[in-house]
């Protein structure tokens, strides 16, 4: 069974970059995503999503490409090509793996204006490994399935950077 993780973010880089070390983990086998969204929300309230797979363009560069060997046979490769390359864009539209995006664009309006969140689909995980590697990097949990341990646990390595930037603040006051 998976969990689903929403960690908003000040800033749409501050998001990316946990994203990428979140995927860097998973190189690595500590976990295994199921999905991995930044999700933005400018300053007018439109939420836009980052998603890891553009469906679209895979839909339309494989639509083009089975396009072609059909219009192949039928002796007009370039009209197969086009149609093909129509209809794959279109049924990747249409697809979704993952998370919901409705339920992601739902969930995001929780967020302030021009901040950003990060959507997981966790598979599985090495928890501790991967809290360890996650300790300090700021972001607020705003939802998880998470059991109350994980959840305990994943708080306090999000806000260990606040402690941290507390603790050098008063040291460099003194």
Known sequence: MSDLVFIAFPTEQKAEEVRQKVLSLQREYLIELGDAVVVVKDDQGHVKLNQMINLTTTGAASGALWGTLIGFIFLNPLIGT??????????????????????????????????????????????????ADLKGVGGTLIQTSFDETKEAALRAALAAVAETGTAEAGAAGA
């Not at 992601?104 to 809290?131: E, W, Y």
């Open 82 to 131: 086009a149609i093909g390359a129509a209809s794959g864009a279109l049924g990747g539209k249409f697809s979704d793996v993952g998370i919901n995006d409705q339920f992601m664009k739902d969930a995001a309006s929780a967020l302030q204006p021009n901040t950003a969140g990060l959507f997981l689909l966790v598979r599985k995980m090495t928890t501790d490994k991967v809290l």
